[in-house]
Antibody, heavy 117, light 111 residues
Framework: EVQLLESGGGLVQPGGSLRLSCAAS????????MSWVRQAPGKGLEWVSA????????YYGDSVKGRFTVSRDNSKNTLYLQMNSLRAGDTAVYYC??????????WGQGTLVTVSS | QPVLTQSSSASASLGSSVKLTCTLS???????IAWHQQQPGKAPRYLMK???????NKGSGVPDRFSGSSSGADRYLTISNLQFEDEADYYC?????????FGSGTKVTVL
């Protein structure tokens, strides 16, 4: 059974940093590209970042480019999202997701990030 | 990059059918999309991948009541024999090169 478990969310002040993790199990992690998607309170889904299976390619949405960094450790079956220079507008539930044939086919349960003073 | 357009809401009676639309912007009418369901307070759930030909592949455990179809730039999700647990937000998703795009979502209410 595919499982994606996010952690690392919490309350952070504007300008601060946070690192999210996503522990994957139930599939060969290195064979799949992975993605981060966020959802602000009461809003829709927004794609944040994606990374290839090998980790050699990383891609970002315009709203986080230059501030967020996606990475992965295939030996630990773990996906990461390093978030710097956080703003109030980054407040959201962050979901880890698996990509297959160009589509998201599994989602994690999400972790809440709140940026506030 | 493509834009996905969804109506904001839809409603139908228990046991009836509802058909949701996701429209791809000009120049992207051949693109594959995915449909996702998000029940209140829960994470999204993958429902299916839908091609421009109308061929679709559903995720594990998705009931037979959910089906997909296509016409030109429009991608449809039909829910038959509507149940109360189908009351949720439904999002479409596509990708272009190395970016991904979501529609704004359709809220389905079961009357």
């Amino acid at each position: 059974e595919v499982q994606l478990l996010e952690s690392g969310g919490g309350l952070v002040q504007p300008g601060g940093s946070l690192r999210l993790s996503c522990a994957a199990s139930g599939f060969t992690f290195s064979n799949y590209a992975m993605s981060w998607v966020r959802q602000a309170p009461g809003k829709g889904l927004e794609w944040v970042s994606a990374i290839t299976g090998s980790g050699g390619g990383a891609y970002y949405g315009d709203s986080v480019k230059g501030r967020f960094t996606v990475s992965r450790d295939n030996s630990k079956n773990t996906l990461y999202l390093q978030m710097n220079s956080l703003r109030a507008g980054d407040t959201a539930v962050y979901y880890c997701a698996r990509l297959r044939d160009g589509c998201t086919d599994y989602w994690g349960q999400g972790t809440l990030v709140t940026v506030s003073s | 990059q493509p834009v996905l357009t969804q109506s904001s809401s839809a409603s139908a009676s228990l046991g009836s059918s509802v058909k949701l639309t996701c429209t791809l912007s000009s120049g992207y009418s051949s693109y594959i999309i995915a449909w996702h369901q998000q029940q209140p307070g829960k994470a999204p759930r993958y429902l299916m991948k839908l091609e421009g030909s109308g061929s679709y592949n559903k995720g594990s455990g998705v009931p037979d009541r959910f089906s997909g179809s296509s016409s030109g730039a429009d991608r449809y999700l039909t829910i038959s024999n509507l149940q109360f647990e189908d009351e949720a937000d439904y999002y479409c998703e596509t990708r272009d090169s190395n970016t991904r795009v979501f529609g704004s979502g359709t809220k389905v209410t079961v009357l």
